[in-house]
């Protein structure tokens, strides 16, 4: 089992910037991807970003300059910087790992954006 708690959201003023992080525990070893998702309300979970066990990031071209994944072995944990947040950006957001084809979830983290 791998178990995964986000913290770091809030509100924010357009522009702004928040960092969102995932603390992993459990058993994370063979974990070979973070990923970072968000879903709005009345909207499907989209996908943010990726981080594989290389280091190698990937994001959605609408995140894309704007949010920064990375993490931090030591410390089993994973962050989302997020800069020139935009209303659009609000959102429930999660982090999931995947481990052997199976993916588990964070409860989430809201971050609102205010125009």
């Known amino acids: 089992q791998v178990q995964l708690v986000e913290s770091g959201g809030g509100l924010v003023q357009a522009g702004g910037s928040l960092r969102l992080s995932c603390a992993v525990s459990?058993?994370?070893?063979?974990?070979?991807?973070m990923g970072w998702f968000r879903q709005a309300p009345g909207k499907q979970r989209e996908w943010v970003a990726s981080?594989?066990?290389?280091?190698?990031?990937t994001y959605a071209g609408y995140v894309k300059g704007r949010f920064t994944n990375s993490n931090d072995n030591a410390k089993n944990t994973v962050y989302l910087q997020m800069n020139s947040l935009k209303p659009e950006d609000t959102a429930v957001y999660y982090c999931?790992?995947?481990?052997?084809?199976?993916?588990?979830w964070g409860q989430g983290t809201q971050v609102t954006v205010s125009s």
């Open positions: 981080i594989g066990s290389s280091g190698r990031t």
């Open positions: 459990g058993s994370i070893f063979s974990i070979n991807a």
């Open positions: 999931c790992g995947t481990k052997l084809g199976e993916n588990y």
